[in-house]
């Protein structure tokens, strides 16, 4: 997570990755602790990670506590603050399928553009791409600069999928939550992940979804 708007975009992620069985590596960086302050209320502690995470993925789009259960029993999150350089996903013979930025700032996507690898958050995506691993950067910006948009042309042509956080309207989506689990299930699928989180395009018109 950078420091972008849409912390709800990454809580969709997380439960999604959990629901399908897979394990987290998660990384918060230190400006997205200031958004999720800001959008939930919740301060995100490296000392009690875990009830806060708990706390956090409970919620709903709407900021509404217990819109969902969520297990994190286990090992199958593991938490690595932003500034520990040391950390397993700062090397790339960690192991690893790929890397998601939900959401990614513009200043993230010019950090790992330009291979800065400022924090662990940039040297993870840097090692991602070097191993040619899936490194999906969902970034959440309007408008963008000329700037940005030649980094975000700089990470395509390095391998990275591209994946602007934009909701469609076309699946049916009658509350924010649904608009929200559509750009967390395109992120998903450009990372080859299987998931339910919106209707598909069914090939019938008036009866499914169109597709994105």
């Not at 691993?133 to 395509?156: F, I, K, M, S, Y």
């Not at 090939?203 to 597709?211: F, S, Y």
Request: with cysteine; charged share 20%.
């Amino acid at each position: 997570m950078s420091g972008a708007s849409g912390t709800p975009y990454a809580a969709a992620v997380l439960r999604a990755l959990l629901d399908v069985g897979e394990s987290v590596d998660l990384v918060v960086s230190r400006a997205s602790r200031l958004t999720l302050l800001d959008e939930t209320g919740i301060s995100f502690r490296d000392a009690h990670w875990r009830d806060d995470l708990r706390e956090w993925l409970a919620r709903g789009a709407d900021g509404k506590p217990g819109a969902f259960a969520v297990d994190l029993d286990g090992d199958r999150v593991r938490y690595w603050a932003a500034g520990d350089l040391a950390a397993g996903p700062s090397s790339g013979s960690y192991p690893a399928k790929g890397m998601l930025i939900v959401p990614a700032s513009t200043a993230c996507v010019a950090g790992v553009a330009l291979g800065l690898s400022k924090d662990l958050l940039q040297r993870a995506a840097s090692v991602t791409l070097k191993e040619r691993r899936p490194l999906v950067v969902a970034v959440r910006e309007t408008p963008l600069n000329g700037q940005t948009l030649r980094h975000l042309v700089a990470l395509d042509d390095a391998g990275a999928s591209v994946v602007p956080a934009s909701p469609a309207f076309y699946a049916g989506a009658t509350h924010i939550q649904d608009l929200v689990d559509f750009v967390a299930g395109r992120v998903l699928d450009a990372a080859g992940v299987a998931h339910g989180l919106y209707r598909r395009w069914d090939g019938e018109l008036g009866g499914g979804a169109r597709p994105a």
